[in-house]
């Protein structure tokens, strides 16, 4: 959660090292190659050729409002 939402909170970043140096908490790099891996086929993120990150995801807070006053199904 926490390398989304740096990614998210910025938007772009030219580099996983950028990224990787702006976490709060320090974490293994394999760890966070992966979780890049998952943002990535999620569709949440694009890592483009050149190294840069950037977050895709649609986020709306409107959207976001009306999902928790819904009511919930089983």
Do not use: C
Not at 50 to 56: E, K, L
């Amino acid at each position: 959660m926490m390398i989304q939402k740096a990614i998210k909170r910025h938007g772009s970043y030219p580099t996983k090292k950028e990224v990787w140096n702006r976490l709060p908490r320090r974490m293994q790099y394999q760890t966070f190659n992966r979780v890049l891996d998952y943002l990535e086929s999620s569709g949440k993120i694009l890592l483009d050729k050149d190294g840069s990150i950037v977050w895709t995801f649609p986020d709306n807070e409107k959207l976001e409002r009306l999902l928790k006053s819904s009511p919930k199904l089983r």
